[in-house]
């Protein structure tokens, strides 16, 4: 969001709108800590998915959490490339 921001795609009123969200859903949300298996997974996802390095974190972070079974599983973004591998993997993908 600082990012669109800077960019001014982004509003001071829309960028704090943001924020409050974000810290609203923290507290719902479950991290993931970086772990051997969470490397050892995003490490062949770029080649099987073509994805950045740090998508293929975050895909390795939802596989973690749901003990690489994603099926019927639910996961949210709005990145088209990281979205395809995603459903590739077996999510439900919504935007």
């Known amino acids: 969001m600082s990012r669109l921001h800077r960019e001014g795609l982004v509003d001071d009123k829309g960028l704090q709108f943001s924020i409050s969200r974000l810290e609203a859903m923290r507290t719902q949300w479950r991290e993931i800590v970086t772990s051997e298996k969470l490397r050892l997974i995003a490490e062949g996802l770029p080649d099987s998915y073509g994805l950045r390095a740090l998508d293929s974190f975050q895909l390795a972070a939802a ?3 749901c003990k690489e079974k ?5 996961f949210i973004c709005d990145d088209v490339r990281l979205s395809e591998a995603a459903r590739k993997a077996g999510f439900t993908v919504k935007h």
């Open 70 to 74: 994603p099926k019927g599983r639910l």
């Open 63 to 65: 596989l973690v959490w």
